[in-house]
């Protein structure tokens, strides 16, 4: 089973939440990181995307606890919406161009995520399934599966995939690709999440409210996209 850093931990006899400092890690380094990405000229606009994404945090964190009192990955879609919110503004009202946006945020927003993961792997707050293999930690006396591992794990690979997809592809498509891996990602995973009749989050129509967003989301982008194939004109 997987050696964990217990939640919190203690350091300098003050209690330090593992997750929340990783999390704000990757808030701060995706933001600079886009900022960076994006050009001098819009540096200053992504302060608001901080505070989007901080404030999406938040607010994911809230519905989760209010749904079945604690739904893991309301607080990463919390932040994703946030962070389009700041970006539709921006767009807007500033003047921004779109493609601009989305091309500083693509890559930042899938390497936050693994950061992020990580946190979730050390704290163990994603139990999986009933599980004794080196990917397990125990969880109420039982070994089950550590699925923040599984999610670090397709993050860590998305942000490396699309290292390579950018060199190949306009940069401003890979914002929509990048979120169409963390919702498919999130709706395969999380079918590995502990049963809710074992404490595990609540099911609709045998998925998580996480699963069916994620569903919604790409179902949206697909028909989005068939749509667009078919207004093109033939040759």
């Not at 919190?8 to 593992?18: C, E």
């Not at 990783?22 to 900022?35: I, P, Y």
């Not at 607010?59 to 606890?65: A, E, F, K, P, R």
């Not at 749509?227 to 040759?235: D, L, T, Y």
């Given at each position: 089973m997987t050696p964990l850093a217990r939640f919190?931990?203690?350091?300098?006899?003050?209690?330090?939440?593992?997750w929340g400092?990783?999390?704000?890690?990757?808030?701060?380094?995706?933001?600079?990181?886009?900022?960076?990405?994006?050009?001098?000229?819009?540096?200053?606009a992504f302060v608001l995307f901080a505070f989007a994404a901080a404030a999406g945090?938040?607010?994911?964190?809230?519905?989760?606890?209010v749904l079945s009192g604690g739904t893991p990955g309301f607080s990463s879609l919390g932040a994703i919406a946030g962070s389009f919110a700041a970006g539709a503004y921006l767009a807007r009202k500033k003047g921004i161009e779109t493609k601009?946006?989305?091309?500083?945020?693509?890559?930042?927003?899938?390497?936050?995520?693994?950061?992020?993961?990580?946190?979730?792997?050390?704290?163990?707050?994603?139990p999986g399934i009933a599980n004794g293999g080196p990917f397990a930690a125990a969880h109420g006396g039982q070994g089950r599966l550590n699925v923040g591992l599984i999610y670090f794990a397709l993050s860590l690979a998305g942000a490396l995939f699309f290292c390579a997809y950018e060199r190949v592809k306009k940069r401003q498509t890979a914002?929509?690709?990048a979120a169409s891996w963390y919702a498919a990602?999130?709706?395969?995973a999380d079918f590995l999440l502990m049963p809710?009749?074992?404490?595990?989050?609540?099911?609709?129509?045998?998925?998580?409210?996480?699963?069916?967003a994620a569903a919604v989301f790409l179902g949206s982008v697909y028909l989005w996209r068939f749509?667009?194939?078919?207004?093109?004109?033939?040759?």
């Open positions: 919190p931990a203690a350091v300098l006899g003050l209690d330090i939440n593992i400092v990783m999390a704000a890690a990757a808030l701060v380094g995706g933001v600079l990181f886009a900022a960076q990405r994006a050009g001098k000229k819009t540096k200053g945090v938040f607010s994911g964190t809230l519905l989760g606890t601009v946006l989305a091309g500083a945020v693509s890559l930042p927003l899938i390497a936050a995520d693994a950061v992020v993961r990580l946190g979730c792997a050390l704290v163990f707050d994603h914002l929509l690709a990602s999130r709706l395969l809710a009749s074992e404490g595990g989050p609540f099911r609709f129509l045998g998925l998580t409210p996480v699963q069916l749509r667009s194939v078919e207004r093109k004109p033939s040759s």
